[in-house]
């Protein structure tokens, strides 16, 4: 094997972690956004969020 | 005076629905200087000359530094929010450590697997259990062992104080980990960027090394942040099921 392969190696095992680190972020915060419109539109707020929306 | 107006701005970040708002306005601006490090540090890092030594493998310098210097960061900046949690019970603080342990898990196994493709055609080796190594392996497992912490517990803010003590005594590996190669005779190189006298690298490679070392910090502060408001918002969603199977047990 030689030097380009480690150095591809290296390259690419870090971008594949770094990719996979924001596709979960980014995931997973679509996910919970969805969850809170979800529980929103049935109907269930924060109790905090009402006199917010009042005074805007 | 600005003392004051300093833990102010810190208190208000105590909010989590401030932290919110604050998140929204600066991950844009802070998404687009890393893209934009990231690009030039990449750029430098293959159009500079390979080493009179080590040939072109002196490139997988520029990411396996960064990664090893964010894995001590991250820890660090785990257990200054460690010590939020235990000392001033800020709302946002075990948020912050439990949101950074899978980045530092991450950026520390980034910096074992590049290390190790390094190792072999420097030194002929994928691995020894030399004291640099080793302490960093150590690193990992402490990582992995307090997302699974965190994972077992239900209860959050017990698992916050549990963790935030298991931070505070893990923090022991960090000089540990710094000061390795001065304390033992490792296979790995004494240290060559921050030292007593300056750095002895060359300047052809210390510009892409320190560019990508601000790219990937900046990576790991905008993930950070983007991790600490995903965690927000899981709470958000918990306590408000909470609140409906309240509701709803009234009802029946």
């Known amino acids: 094997m030689n030097h380009t392969f480690y150095i591809a190696m290296s390259y690419g095992i870090t971008a594949v972690t770094v990719l996979c680190l924001i596709a979960w972020t980014w995931l997973d915060g679509r996910a919970r956004r969805r969850e809170l419109a979800g529980l929103e539109a049935s109907g269930i707020r924060r109790r905090s969020a009402k006199p917010t929306e009042v005074s805007q | ?252």
């Open chain 2, 1 to 252: 005076m600005s003392d004051s107006i300093a833990i102010t701005k810190i208190s208000e970040l105590a909010n989590p629905t401030r932290f919110l708002a604050l998140a929204g306005r600066v991950l844009p601006w802070l998404a687009g200087v890393t893209a934009a490090l990231f690009m030039i540090g990449l750029y430098l890092s293959f159009t500079t000359e390979g080493d009179y030594q080590q040939g072109a493998t002196v490139r997988i310098m520029y990411i396996h530094v960064p990664a090893a210097w964010l894995s001590m960061m991250c820890y660090t900046v785990m257990a200054l929010s460690a010590i939020g949690t235990l000392v001033w019970r800020h709302p946002l603080a075990d948020v912050s450590h439990k949101a950074a342990a899978p980045l530092g898990a991450a950026f520390t196994f980034v910096a074992l697997a590049t290390g190790s493709l390094w190792g072999k055609p420097m030194w002929g080796t994928w691995w020894v259990w030399d004291a640099r190594l080793t302490s960093v392996f150590v690193l990992f497992l402490m990582y992995l062992g307090l997302i699974a912490l965190n994972r077992a517990m239900d209860d959050p803010s017990k698992a916050a104080r549990v963790s935030a003590v298991l931070i505070l005594v893990g923090f022991v590996n960090i000089p540990i980990i710094k000061f390795s190669v001065d304390w033992w005779n490792t296979l790995h190189q004494p240290a060559s960027v921050i030292r007593m006298g300056g750095p002895t690298l060359d300047k052809e490679f210390l510009w892409p090394l320190l560019i990508m070392a601000l790219a990937f910090t900046l990576l790991f502060f905008t993930l950070h942040i983007i991790a600490i408001r995903n965690e927000i918002w899981r709470r958000r969603v918990a306590a408000q099921r909470r609140l409906a199977a309240r509701l709803a047990s009234r009802e029946a």
